[in-house]
T-cell receptor
């Protein structure tokens, strides 16, 4: 069985602070895919990044960066110089090689205050 | 390119009724997956359809069913509604092609059961 844990249920920061959202996963598969999605108040899940289990390179996209560490089964997400528009619920998700079935973590609600 | 569309956006039903939700995938996408989001259970996978066939199914009772049409549009049906079925139902589409199998989500249908 697969499992994704996001231990931080809610984080509050002041604008321009850096913030890291933690994600720990469990799977027995050797091939799997990890995702981060953002859910603003409107409800739609917005895709942020996809990583496969063979690619442990960290990735940076503007103010966003992701740190994938297979040794600790973690896929953490950092927002640098946070902005009010970053306020949302962020979900980490895992998918194995059997098809389009995402297993989601419980989500982390990020509140960025001006 | 238009995104995933879902209709209706909001729905109010009473216990015992049935409901049908509709999802139109991104043009060219052939896989459609459905997810239920509730405050208590979080985001849970319902089922996935590809080429008009159900390819994967989550752990939900038989009251939850779906289908996919030849144009890849999908519907899900919930019969004999219960109060606990109140949720945001999200639809996602993907190509799929193994290395680019990212699911893109629609805005969701918020179902309230009274």
């Amino acid at each position: 069985a697969q499992k994704v844990t996001q231990a931080q249920t809610e984080i509050s920061v002041v604008e321009k602070e850096d913030v890291t959202l933690d994600c720990v996963y469990e799977t027995r598969d050797t091939t799997y895919y990890l995702f981060w999605y953002k859910q603003p108040p409107s409800g739609e899940l917005v895709f942020l990044i996809r990583r496969n289990s063979f690619d442990e390179q960290n990735e940076i996209s503007g103010r966003y960066s992701w740190n994938f560490q297979k040794s600790t089964s973690s896929f953490n997400f950092t927002i640098t110089a946070s902005q009010v528009v970053d306020s949302a619920v962020y979900f980490c998700a895992l998918e194995n090689n059997a098809g389009n079935m995402l297993t989601f973590g419980g989500g982390t609600r990020l509140m960025v205050k001006p | 390119k238009a995104g995933v569309t879902q209709t209706p956006r909001y729905l109010i039903k009473t216990r015992g009724q049935q409901v049908t939700l509709s999802c139109s995938p991104i043009s060219g996408h052939r896989s459609v997956s459905w997810y239920q989001q509730t405050p208590g259970q979080g985001l849970q996978f319902l089922f996935e359809y590809f080429s008009e066939t159900q390819r994967n199914k989550g752990n939900f009772p038989g009251r939850f069913s779906g289908r996919q049409f030849s144009n890849s549009r999908s519907e899900m049906n919930v019969s004999t509604l219960e109060l606990g079925d109140s949720a945001l139902y999200l639809c996602a589409s993907s190509l799929p092609a193994r290395d680019t199998d990212t699911q893109y989500f629609g805005p969701g249908t918020r179902l309230t059961v009274l």
